[in-house]
């Protein structure tokens, strides 16, 4: 991979890049176009997250890949050896020693700081898309801070079933002032979205990155007699005995037995080995 | 006891080695070189070329090669090479009224200057299974030979526009956009549409024009013209202070005649639909040229009857299948974490609602 | 061309840059903190920090203006040497580098528009002195309150008042470089 630049990208891709990042930071929530380009893996599959990395790190970086909570399940595997060819950076699963941690759908359940970065990998970055599929229309609602339309969703999830009917990529706001995806993660990692780490988002088909800097207020929407609820089943981890951890379901035999286990491979691990989190 | 999958590593290598295995076939059988897919599967080739835009013949036959024959995937390997060159400059417009034509058809017009040239084309063959092609080694006997015509080849519309019956195309942005260096945007210029549309999957923008003839948003095309063959590209070069020629390309231009009775702001006269693609690329070039005219009913002032070919962000965010089929095929990837929270809620509602039905029952 | 111009680039392009932009990345993102920016070596007037933004973040696609306190021949030829960014009036400009005196009027400078408030401009403010101290600051990225010296208290008011519009700025002194985007709250 020597004839490639470092992290892939040519400089003048990667300064798009990073101007666009520092334009998301200045405007927490707000989604920026930028000029994707094609990577040598598929829309869809990270590479968004994969071009916001590789326009941040430096080679003294420590990198995490993880992509549902786990550094083992392939696609991880896939970018975290992608950035090892590329970059020559050190990698680890260790949430606590990585400088930047790319994430699909998880936050991790140890508590980031202030020396970590945190990127996700964002499939579809507008919340109002499924409501209204004109982009022309969104980025007109936005401007005008109409989110009449995300309300109205939310109230009839609230008649129809009695409460809302989002489960992941449960919408928020910024700052008060931006109507964010959170990427699809569910909703009980909604709280961690208010942290003393940088989180930049990337969305690569769909050309934008848009960020959330340290210690934004995040609000996940909702109505005061129906507060946010980010609760998870009233399971342990079958592995650690975590009761605060986000859980995987596990179908163990034909009988359709089942466990619940970490979907954070890492935090379970550390918890068995009695390291400390 | 449940033990989470280890070794995803090994087995996106294993997975590698069997892939490759899988591409060479049987190795009793040739090996096909690139030569042979670049000369022989000419047309994928072009494909290849158009929709990754990127005109390297050798590079589309090899990724071709890689594919297995899957011409998306090519398009993507195209694709993903391209964004790693660098930009030393941009080329002068090229001048298809100067284009050395292996085919120059117009069924607006009988006969025209310069002729009917039917040239290397699948039309009028009968679709039979050549069986004589299944023994190799066979090689056709040499097509006839005439002289090529004398000088350039004039645009068919340009004989329309001396009378003023074929609207004048109004002159482009001095330096056009760039689809592959900045996002997109709405509405999209002319310029930005039919760069979306030259490198848009062929089976899509065959499929928009198509619904635009059967009376989704119907625009009344005829094939003013099409042609077929090899440009010159040249590039200026400010220390010489002339423009050099860097080769040739071979081009499909497809210019529709379109009726237009007149609107609002407009006289009734022919309107254009354009299509330009990469290779012998025909099927895609007339689709282009009729799905960008579909997409021009805003500036004639047409109405817009809601036909997806009229809509340009349905059009320009569908059309690249190197998006459509990444985004598509990224459900294989796990989802277990958001599928995990959508079982608790189908859980939690379908107990509610049996719950409720229950009561109901036992009222 | 002399060999200023040639100097003082980044000696290792991708390293350097990727080092300058965290820097710039943490600096935006923390309004406040103070980063330290060696890698350039620009001619004067412009500080070792402020080169070494320019080259990390602009080439031919960003317009950039030299307010008259940066207007400097040499400075104008390192810059089109090392990026290729056109020198353009305030108005149309991306990026634009100078003392806060020779910027003001601040009004002139892109602020976006509210479909698109990323088109605005990001002014590169070379001071005297820099420090952790002075205005009081609170918004994203600072946990409770920061301070920077900044050279006025109204204009970034003015400013917050915008948002989501508004210029973003960095301060540069030497090697020292701090951020203050449009979304930061000031107070004198």
Redesign the interface.
């Known amino acids: 991979m020597n004839a490639y630049n470092f992290a892939y990208l040519d400089e003048q891709t990667k300064r798009m890049i990073r101007r666009a990042i520092l334009k998301g930071v200045a405007v927490p929530g707000y989604q920026v176009p930028f000029a994707s380009r094609e990577m040598p893996m598929p829309y869809g599959w990270g590479t968004g997250g994969v071009q916001v990395t590789a326009a941040c790190l430096t080679p003294e970086d420590t990198l995490k890949v993880i992509d549902q909570g786990a550094d083992d399940t392939t696609n991880a595997v896939s970018i975290r050896k992608f950035f090892e060819k590329t970059a020559g950076v050190a990698v680890t699963e260790k949430t606590g020693e990585a400088t930047i941690i790319q994430t699909r759908h998880r936050i991790p359940e140890q508590t980031l700081t202030e020396d970590q970065i945190l990127v996700y990998q964002v499939p579809i970055p507008e919340p109002l898309r499924f409501l209204e599929p004109s982009e022309v229309e969104t980025r007109k609602m936005h401007a005008l801070e109409d989110y009449g339309l995300m309300h109205v969703k939310l109230y009839e999830d609230i008649a129809r079933h009695g409460e809302i009917a989002t489960a992941y990529a449960y919408p928020v706001k910024v700052e008060g002032r931006y109507v964010m995806d959170p990427s699809p993660i569910p909703k009980f990692d909604n709280p961690k979205l208010e942290s003393a780490a940088l989180q930049l988002f990337g969305a690569g088909r769909e050309q934008r990155i848009y960020a959330v800097p340290p210690y934004t207020k995040v609000v996940s929407l909702d109505f005061d007699d129906y507060p946010f609820d980010p609760s998870k089943p009233a399971h342990p981890c079958a592995l650690c005995g975590a009761e605060d951890s986000y859980l995987d379901e596990v179908i163990t035999d034909d009988a359709g037995s089942r466990m619940f286990v970490c979907s954070d491979t890492d935090y379970c691990a550390g918890r068995r080995e009695g390291r400390d989190a | 006891m449940y033990v989470a999958v280890k070794g995803g590593e090994r087995a996106i290598d294993n997975a590698h080695a069997w892939l490759a295995e899988e591409r060479r076939g049987d190795t009793g059988v040739a090996e096909l070189s690139i030569a042979q897919i670049r000369e022989q599967l000419a047309l994928s080739v072009a494909r290849v070329m158009a929709e990754g835009s990127l005109y390297d013949p050798d590079l589309a036959a090899l990724a071709i090669k890689q594919a297995r024959g899957d011409l998306i995937e090519a398009v993507f390997l195209i694709r993903a090479y391209r964004t790693t060159l660098p930009r030393f400059g941009a080329s002068n417009p090229v001048e298809t009224a100067q284009m050395v034509c292996d085919r120059r058809i117009s069924a607006t017009f009988k006969d025209l200057p310069g002729g009917q040239i039917l040239g290397p084309t699948f039309d009028y063959t009968h679709r039979l299974l050549d069986f004589a092609l299944a023994a190799e080694g066979l090689d056709p006997a040499p097509a006839p030979q005439v002289a090529a015509p004398d000088g350039a080849l004039p645009h068919v519309t340009d004989f329309l526009a001396r009378e003023d019956l074929i609207q004048p195309e109004a002159d482009g942005p001095a330096t056009p956009r760039d689809l592959t260096r900045e996002p997109l945007d709405f509405p999209a210029d002319r310029p930005l549409r039919l760069q979306a549309l030259t490198r848009g999957d062929e089976g899509f923008v065959l499929s928009m024009a198509y619904s635009t003839q059967r009376g989704y948003g119907r625009t009344h095309p005829f094939v003013g013209e099409l042609r077929i063959g090899t440009v010159a590209v040249e590039m200026e070069i400010p220390e010489l202070g002339f423009a050099i020629e860097l080769g040739e390309v071979v081009l499909t231009e497809c210019e529709t005649v379109n009726q237009f009775m007149g609107s609002k702001t407009e006289p009734p006269q022919f309107t254009r639909g354009y299509g330009l693609v990469f290779g012998q690329s025909e099927r895609k070039a007339i689709s282009m040229a009729l799905v960008d005219r579909s997409l021009r009913w805003e500036e004639l002032g047409e109405d817009n009857v809601g036909a997806p070919a009229q809509d340009q962000e349905f059009v320009l965010y569908h059309a690249d299948n190197v998006q459509a089929t990444g985004f598509l095929e990224h459900i294989k990837l796990p989802h277990y974490v958001d599928f995990q929270s959508e079982l608790e809620l189908i859980r939690r509602l379908r107990a509610e609602a049996l719950g409720g039905q229950a009561r109901e029952a036992a009222e | 061309m002399n060999a200023v111009q040639l100097e003082g680039g980044f000696a290792n ?3 350097d ?3 300058a ?2 820097a ?3 600096a ?3 309004p406040g903190q103070i980063e330290t920016l060696d890698m350039a070596r620009p001619p004067a007037p412009c500080s070792v920090a402020a080169g070494a933004l320019i080259l ?4 031919t ?2 317009p950039i203006y030299l307010a008259p306190s940066h207007d400097d021949a040499g400075l104008r030829a390192w810059i089109a040497f090392h990026t290729g960014a056109p020198v353009v009036a305030p108005e149309a400009a991306m990026f634009a580098l100078g003392t806060w005196g020779a910027l003001c009027p601040v009004d002139r400078f892109a602020i976006g ?6 088109r ?1 401009a ?1 002014l590169i403010v070379e001071m005297d002195a820099l420090e952790a101290k002075g205005a009081v600051l609170r ?5 409770d309150r920061a301070a920077l010296s900044l050279p006025e208290i109204a204009a970034f008011q003015d400013n917050r008042r915008r ?2 519009l508004g210029f ?1 700025c960095y301060f540069t002194c030497g090697d020292r470089l701090a951020g203050l ?3 930061t709250h000031v107070e004198g």
């Open positions: 392009l991708s390293h840059a990727a080092h932009f965290r710039a990345l943490q935006m993102a923390r990390t973040l602009c080439d696609t960003t528009t509210s479909a698109y408030p990323d605005a990001t918004g994203p990225g600072i946990k948002f989501p973003d985007p449009r979304s």
